[in-house]
Each structure stands twice: as C-alpha cells, then as structure tokens.
C-alpha cells in the first residue's frame, strides 16, 4: 500500500468519484495470457504491449477483444509502431463490426505498485491520435502463478485524467497561496470493473478449460546425423540403431496412446467439480462447527458446555449467524425424502436402466464385429472358390498345381 501511494502517476482521487465503470470479457484474459506466453518461451525482445477493443455505452466501457502490437524504440522510448498499428486497427475494426467496436484502451505488464513512467509514450500517443478517454489495464504476472481460491484477478484497470500538480503535503486544508493555476499533470486512477460472459464465451472457455486437463508437452525426437554416403555398414551397426530406433518409436506410441479421450476428460471435469463441492461443503460445515464450539457458555446448553474450549477468547454470538444455521437446521428434514423405500426403489430402476442401455450397446457393437467377421470370411470364401473354378476348367494350371505340391 506503500508502494502504491508513493507512486506519482496514481491519483489521490477516490474511484467511485467519475463514475465510470468497466465490464470484461473473458476472452480477453484468454488472449494477453496466450501472448505472454509465447512472448516469454520465445524469449522475444521488447516488451508486451497490446490494444483492447470494446464499446462505450454512457459510462460504462465494456472490454471484448484485445490484440497483440508491434513496438519500436524511438529517442530512448518504448513506442508503437503507426503504419502497422493503424493497418491493424483497421482490419479488427472490420472484422468486428457487428456489433462495431472501437479502440478504448491497451494493455501491458505492470508492477504492482502501479503504472510507471516508460509507459506515458505510447499512453500520450493513443490518448492524441485515437481515444481521448483510453484505458490501461495492466496485468501483474507475478501474481498470476498464486492459486489461492476467491483471489482477485491479476490485472487492475485505470483510467487516465489530468490533475493539478499538487504534493501531497498541500492537500489538507492549509495551502499556500500561488498566483496563476497549478500545472496539470497525467495521473491514473483505479477503475471498478465487473466479469461478464457470454454464450459464444461460455462455449469456447469451456472447451478450453477441458483440453487444459490432457496438455501436455511433447519432447521431439532426437534424430542422429549420418554422413552422406555413409549407406553400408558391414558390422550390421546400423541395423541396431534402427532396432533402438524402433523400439523408442514404440514407445513414443506407447506414450501417445496414453492421451485421454473426450469422454473420459468430460468424465473427469464432472468428478473435478463434484470433488471440489464436497471439498467446499466440508470447509463450510467445520466452519460452521468450530463457530459454535467458540460460543459463550450461557448460549450452549448444559449437555454441550463441554465443547467450549480454554485456548481462546469465546466468539462473539451473533444473531444473525444463529438464525441462519437454526433454519439450516430446519430445512434438513425437507432434503430426505418421506417415502424412502419408494425413493430407493425408483433409484435402482434408474441404474438398471442404465446398465441396461450399457449392455444394449456392448450387444450391438458385438453384433457390428460379427457381422464385419462375416463379410470378410465371405470375401475370403468367394475368392477361394473363384480360384478353384479356375484352377479345375484349366488343365494346365491343374497340372502345374499338381507339380508343384511334389
């Protein structure tokens, strides 16, 4: 928070005064992750700039797609290159245009203490040419490795204004009269924003979010290099070579025969999700127990005023809380079901219906087997026969046959 407020591009102005709120997208994240990681296992020059294509709709800014710039350095500074940003606007314009989108900001890697002054160039140069009210989302890769659940994304948004410059020692009520207005100076400002998705997304995130379970990173092969000419070998070495050779192939296939299918990733997915709930409905309930084991004596009855323990300060009750868990309590009843042997009954049917089309289909693909077996056992038959025929109407071919049995 230090860091922050030491910073003397933020602003000191709340977030909420403009008014101003963003809405992104998930394809967006989906695509700046993709690019800085071919941008870092390339080991590309120059730094990760790109532009971020949305709608404004009276002071909401909805962020949509985003697409990678080119950069150049010119006089000591970071810039984008104009001819190809332009071409390139133009196209995503194009291709956009239903509904039509329009530039309202760029994206790049920040520190978390904020935005710092490398970065005011190209910020100046789309603020003049092209958005007057541009965006800056800067996106914090260190933070990006933590999997800690319920943490915010690794990004802030800001917005850019110019404010007068001020000290922050000037900034209470006593300030020092000065002649002429003070200069004004480009801050940012933190922007609240919310997550929102669409259908196209929703499909296209889950597929990702599938094929993100069997990914995985082919080594390629390692291949010898033979002098040219090199073709005879006398003592038969290359001969085991290409044994070695076989035998790592197969084993590659081996390897490749291991990567899951569709099913089995959806199958996957559906036990990920339901292991996750369990995991979380367990945190939930030992939440719930350990806040009634702190609770004061006089709220517990005289059965349990053994749960209270002596390594701590009882917890505050709560009323709230109390009511809450008592109605919890009370709906339980409702989750059984009254007619419990009706209940199982109806369960069983169910799983042998179940297992009933899984043998259905076993039967049906045996049949398609057999069936194949049958056509070719056919066409093996017909061809014998056909060459018998021949062999029987032609003396010579009989003969020939009969020599050639001795």
Same mark, same amino acid.
């Given at each position: 928070?230090?860091?922050?407020?030491?910073?003397?591009l933020?602003?000191?102005?709340?977030?909420?005064d403009?008014?101003?709120?963003?809405?992104?997208?998930?394809?967006?994240?989906?695509?700046?992750?993709?690019?800085?990681?071919?941008?870092?296992?390339?080991?590309?020059?120059?730094?990760?700039?790109?532009?971020?294509?949305?709608?404004?709709?009276?002071?909401e800014?909805?962020?949509?797609?985003?697409?990678?710039?080119?950069?150049?350095?010119?006089?000591?500074d970071?810039?984008?290159?104009?001819?190809?940003?332009?071409?390139?606007?133009?196209?995503?314009?194009?291709?956009?245009?239903?509904?039509?989108?329009?530039?309202?900001?760029?994206?790049?890697?920040l520190?978390?203490?904020?935005?710092?002054? !490398?970065?005011?160039?190209i910020?100046?140069?789309?603020?003049?040419?092209?958005?007057?009210?541009?965006?800056?989302?800067?996106?914090?890769?260190?933070?990006?490795?933590?999997?800690?659940?319920g943490?915010?994304?690794?990004?802030?948004?800001?917005?850019?204004?110019?404010?007068?410059?001020?000290?922050?020692?000037?900034?209470?009520?006593?300030?020092?009269?000065?002649?002429?207005?003070?200069?004004l100076?480009?801050?940012?400002?933190?922007?609240?924003?919310?997550?929102?998705?669409?259908?196209?997304?929703?499909?296209?995130?889950?597929?990702?979010?599938?094929?993100?379970?069997?990914a995985?990173?082919?080594?390629?092969?390692e291949?010898?290099?033979?002098?040219?000419?090199?073709?005879?070998?006398?003592?038969?070495?290359?001969?085991?070579?290409?044994?070695?050779?076989?035998?790592?192939?197969?084993?590659?296939?081996?390897n490749e025969?291991?990567?899951?299918?569709?099913?089995?990733?959806?199958?996957?997915?559906?036990?990920?999700?339901?292991?996750?709930?369990?995991?979380?409905?367990?945190?939930?309930?030992?939440?719930?127990?350990?806040?009634l084991?702190?609770?004061?004596?006089?709220?517990?009855?005289?059965?349990?005023?053994?749960?209270?323990?002596?390594?701590?300060?009882?917890?505050?009750p709560?009323?709230?809380?109390?009511?809450?868990?008592?109605?919890?309590?009370n709906?339980?009843?409702?989750?059984?079901? !009254?007619?419990?042997?009706a209940?199982?009954?109806?369960?069983?049917?169910?799983?042998?219906?179940?297992?009933?089309?899984?043998?259905?289909?076993?039967?049906?693909?045996?049949?398609?087997?057999?069936?194949?077996?049958?056509?070719?056992?056919?066409?093996?038959?017909?061809?014998?026969?056909?060459?018998?025929?021949?062999?029987? !109407?032609?003396?010579?071919? !009989?003969?020939?046959?009969?020599?050639?049995?001795?």
């Amino acid at each position: 928070m230090a860091a922050a407020v030491d910073n003397p591009l933020l602003s000191t102005q709340k977030s909420s005064d403009s008014g101003l709120q963003a809405v992104l997208h998930p394809l967006v994240l989906l695509t700046i992750s993709d690019y800085i990681t071919r941008h870092s296992l390339r080991e590309q020059p120059g730094p990760i700039v790109g532009a971020l294509l949305g709608q404004q709709n009276g002071r909401e800014i909805t962020i949509e797609h985003a697409f990678e710039c080119a950069t150049q350095a010119r006089d000591g500074d970071v810039v984008l290159d104009d001819d190809w940003f332009e071409q390139r606007l133009d196209q995503m314009k194009t291709i956009h245009s239903s509904p039509q989108l329009d530039l309202v900001g760029w994206y790049t890697l920040l520190p978390r203490s904020g935005p710092h002054p !490398s970065i005011l160039p190209i910020h100046n140069w789309i603020l003049t040419k092209h958005n007057e009210s541009s965006l800056l989302l800067g996106f914090y890769p260190e933070e990006s490795i933590k999997h800690d659940a319920g943490s915010r994304l690794p990004l802030t948004i800001y917005e850019s204004n110019y404010e007068a410059d001020e000290t922050r020692h000037e900034q209470g009520e006593d300030k020092e009269m000065r002649d002429g207005e003070p200069p004004l100076k480009l801050r940012f400002r933190e922007l609240p924003y919310s997550v929102e998705t669409g259908e196209a997304e929703m499909i296209s995130m889950d597929f990702v979010a599938r094929g993100a379970g069997n990914a995985a990173a082919i080594q390629p092969r390692e291949r010898k290099m033979v002098m040219p000419g090199n073709t005879d070998d006398p003592k038969g070495k290359r001969r085991a070579e290409a044994a070695q050779s076989a035998a790592a192939g197969t084993k590659t296939n081996g390897n490749e025969e291991d990567i899951l299918s569709r099913e089995d990733e959806e199958m996957i997915a559906a036990l990920t999700a339901k292991a996750n709930s369990i995991k979380m409905l367990q945190s939930r309930v030992n939440l719930l127990t350990t806040y009634l084991e702190r609770l004061p004596p006089s709220f517990l009855s005289s059965d349990d005023s053994s749960m209270v323990t002596a390594d701590g300060d009882p917890t505050t009750p709560s009323h709230t809380i109390l009511r809450s868990i008592q109605a919890l309590m009370n709906r339980l009843s409702l989750v059984i079901p !009254s007619a419990a042997e009706a209940y199982e009954r109806e369960m069983l049917s169910e799983a042998n219906d179940v297992h009933l089309m899984s043998l259905l289909d076993d039967v049906m693909r045996s049949t398609n087997e057999i069936r194949n077996a049958g056509k070719k056992h056919a066409i093996v038959e017909t061809s014998r026969f056909t060459s018998k025929k021949l062999v029987d !109407s032609d003396p010579k071919l !009989s003969d020939a046959r009969y020599f050639g049995e001795f």
